[in-house]
């Protein structure tokens, strides 16, 4: 059975918006967020910030749409490991 992480980077090395976890914001994460596009998927809602995390119900959460494609547009490219100023938050298992 194949695997199926191959080619995925560790969580600590991804970033949001790297949706395939390849290490890097690229075309496999564009492709995955054409793939949602209209879908209330929270996993893919990138344009509306902290926002996103507050809704409480499907019913109430947005659909995926053209605020995450600029999102991932103006994020697009490699990943930059953890996020500065919190190293004192970096799990253990990311070392």
Do not use: Y
Not at 12 to 41: F, K, P, Q, V, Y
Not at 53 to 60: A, L
């Amino acid at each position: 059975m194949p695997d199926s992480k191959a080619g995925q980077v560790s969580w600590c090395d991804s970033c949001l918006g790297d949706i395939d976890m390849s290490g890097a914001i690229d075309a496999g994460d564009l492709l995955m967020l054409i793939e949602g596009w209209g879908t209330r998927n929270p996993g893919m809602l990138f344009g509306l910030g902290d926002s996103a995390f507050e809704c409480s119900s499907s019913e109430v959460m947005p659909e995926v749409g053209i605020k995450d494609l600029l999102w991932l547009i103006r994020h697009w490219g490699p990943c930059n490991g953890w996020p500065e100023g919190l190293d004192s938050l970096r799990p253990v298992d990311c070392d």
